[in-house]
């Protein structure tokens, strides 16, 4: 299919918006661009440490437009082990289509009407194993509440996941995702209103050693308040409500 000319212009603006993002803030606005402009049910990215399929309760799981308790659910079933899309999607020539994987597959109905229920029905993916950057491993799922994915979207999506990978494997957003223990456990106390002195107390730190974690925190989301990195850890299951 050829795209016209206006197509192939937002086609082009949202890889260049992928080129310059530099934060997870700037990933998501890309992200519900693209849930708007291609009326999609959500989005889903992935990111691994050390790409491990065995291993996936180690990967995050992040998603936009979606219920949160997915990537749990997912972990804690263990779907990475028959899902299709994983085994299919990671270092394919080009992204995947759920349904073409799933028809050369023996894919498990409960998975896929467990999957169906939050509104995962169709999708493109594209993932890679690993990050010339970092080494880890990422994943980007854009999904369709509908069995069918329009032409003109497939030929523009396709142009598209790639760049959302890349932005994910940079190390000023892929960083983001790695909190030491320390710094998880000052945003956790952060998030239920603690002051920097109450969590000094709770943890047997002093207050500039608290605010010395949060500025950490600040610089690996990209953000710049205790509002905005624990809206941040939340969206990426980092922190749960």
Same mark, same amino acid.
């Given at each position: 299919?050829?795209?016209?000319?206006?197509?192939l212009?937002?086609?082009?603006?949202?890889?260049?918006?992928?080129?310059?993002?530099?934060?997870?803030e700037?990933?998501i606005?890309?992200?519900?661009?693209?849930?708007?402009?291609?009326?999609?049910?959500?989005a889903?990215?992935?990111?691994? &440490?050390?790409?491990?399929?065995?291993?996936?309760?180690?990967?995050?799981?992040?998603?936009?437009?979606?219920?949160?308790?997915?990537g749990?659910?997912y972990?804690?079933?263990?779907?990475?082990?028959?899902?299709?899309i994983?085994?299919?999607?990671?270092?394919?020539?080009?992204?995947?289509?759920?349904s073409?994987?799933?028809n !050369?597959?023996?894919i498990?109905?409960?998975?896929?009407n467990?999957?169906?229920?939050?509104?995962l029905?169709e999708?493109?993916?594209?993932?890679?194993?690993?990050?010339?950057?970092?080494?880890s491993?990422?994943?980007v799922?854009?999904?369709?509440?509908?069995? &069918?994915?329009?032409?003109?979207?497939?030929?523009?999506?396709?142009?598209?996941?790639? !760049?959302?990978n890349?932005?994910?494997?940079?190390?000023?957003?892929?960083?983001?995702f790695?909190?030491?223990?320390?710094?998880?456990?000052?945003?956790s106390?952060?998030k239920?209103?603690?002051?920097?002195?109450?969590?000094?107390?709770?943890?047997?730190?002093?207050?500039?050693?608290?605010?010395? !974690?949060?500025?950490?925190?600040?610089?690996?989301?990209g953000?710049s308040?205790?509002?905005?990195?624990?809206?941040?850890?939340?969206?990426?299951?980092?922190?749960?409500?």
């Amino acid at each position: 299919m050829q795209l016209s000319t206006s197509d192939l212009k937002e086609t082009l603006e949202l890889i260049n918006a992928c080129l310059i993002a530099k934060s997870t803030e700037d990933l998501i606005g890309i992200f519900k661009t693209l849930l708007s402009s291609f009326n999609l049910n959500g989005a889903l990215y992935v990111n691994q &440490a050390a790409f491990d399929l065995n291993s996936f309760e180690t990967a995050t799981i992040s998603s936009v437009g979606l219920a949160n308790e997915w990537g749990q659910i997912y972990k804690d079933r263990k779907f990475s082990k028959i899902d299709p899309i994983l085994t299919s999607a990671y270092d394919a020539e080009v992204p995947v289509i759920w349904s073409e994987a799933y028809n !050369h597959s023996n894919i498990n109905a409960d998975f896929q009407n467990l999957a169906s229920d939050f509104g995962l029905n169709e999708g493109i993916s594209f993932g890679t194993s690993k990050s010339n950057y970092s080494g880890s491993a990422t994943l980007v799922s854009l999904i369709y509440g509908s069995t &069918a994915i329009p032409c003109r979207d497939k030929e523009m999506l396709f142009n598209i996941i790639p !760049h959302l990978n890349e932005v994910l494997k940079k190390p000023s957003i892929s960083c983001q995702f790695k909190l030491t223990i320390k710094e998880l456990e000052v945003l956790s106390w952060a998030k239920d209103g603690k002051s920097y002195w109450e969590t000094g107390q709770i943890i047997g730190s002093s207050e500039r050693t608290v605010k010395y !974690h949060l500025q950490n925190i600040y610089k690996k989301f990209g953000v710049s308040n205790r509002s905005q990195a624990i809206a941040v850890a939340m969206r990426s299951g980092l922190l749960e409500l």
